[in-house]
């Protein structure tokens, strides 16, 4: 496979544009191919099949584009679906639950790790089963913030609203004892300010962008397909009109999106 191919990096909409941004800082070089299925968002409500279906549709897309590896950056799609996308690709598949278990995993203490996420992500367990996977015997405390998705995307990062929400969604996480959280949910890295001040300083916030960019990296190395130099670009796909995701993306993550395309799936 040639190294300069894109990597593909897949959301359920917008929010996995902070994978996006971690993977372009560590790697300017590499290209880029984003896709936000934001016709079907939100992932987090959805069941497993429905939401299989959907990861199935857009990892495809993406390996017709000719990606040398894909990134799945929804948590939702990777604590439910990453297998079967694995197994329905050619190209090295990454999730994000791995990358957020194993800094956790290194981050904790006293061994008690809270997770928070979507519904679907909490209820799969995935986060709790790989963060035993890496450090036996680890304590596990979850709560999932079913409300946290559009108060982000309203811009209510630090609004009062979002602030009683947290408090209530957090209250069992802040009583339990946990030095560790991971912010399993690609939107909740956008409340850090939030969820730091009702959680205190002594809990760690683990947001996984950054892990998963460096794991990106070290597989790409691992198996010769990191691109050696140049000037990555990157192009935009959502499978809904794409006006939304323009404005959010500038006003939420910051990111420069001047043009988006549009993939509809049938
Ligand atoms: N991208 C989803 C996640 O990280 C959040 C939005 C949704 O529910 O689709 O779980």
Redesign the pocket.
């Known amino acids: 496979m040639r190294t300069d191919r894109p990597i593909g990096i897949f959301?359920?909409?917008l929010?996995?544009l902070t994978v996006l941004e971690a993977v372009s800082r560590r790697m300017p070089e590499e290209d880029l191919i984003y896709f936000g299925d934001t016709a079907h968002?939100?992932?987090?409500?959805k069941s497993k099949e429905t939401v299989t279906r959907y990861s199935l549709e857009v990892a495809r897309f993406l390996a017709a584009k000719g990606v040398k590896a894909l990134v799945v950056?929804?948590?939702?799609?990777s604590a439910l679906a990453l297998p079967e996308v694995a197994r329905s690709l050619k190209v090295p598949v990454l999730g994000v639950i791995q990358p957020g278990a194993d800094a956790a995993a290194a981050a904790t203490r006293n061994g008690h790790v809270g997770i928070i996420?979507?519904e679907a992500?909490i209820a799969s367990g995935a986060y709790t089963r790989a963060l035993r996977e890496r450090r036996p015997g680890v304590r596990v405390t979850t709560a999932a913030c079913p409300l946290f998705?559009p108060l982000v995307e309203e811009g209510w990062w630090s609004h009062r609203a979002t602030t009683l929400v947290a408090r209530r969604y957090l209250e069992g996480l802040r009583r339990s004892g946990i030095d560790t959280l991971v912010l399993?949910?690609?939107?909740y890295p956008l409340l850090k300010g939030v969820l730091r001040r009702i959680m205190g300083p002594r809990v760690r916030l683990i947001d996984s962008a950054e892990q998963t960019a460096l794991e990106t990296e070290r597989l790409l190395l691992s198996l010769g397909l990191r691109r050696a130099g140049g000037r990555g670009r990157r192009r935009f796909f959502v499978s809904d009109a794409p006006r939304r995701f323009l404005r959010l993306a500038r006003r939420l993550v910051g990111v420069r999106v001047r043009v988006v395309e549009q993939h509809a799936f049938d």
Request: glycine share 26%.
């Open positions: 959301d359920s909409g929010g996995g968002v939100p992932y987090g409500s950056a929804c948590n939702t799609s996420g979507t992500t998705v399993g949910c690609t939107h």
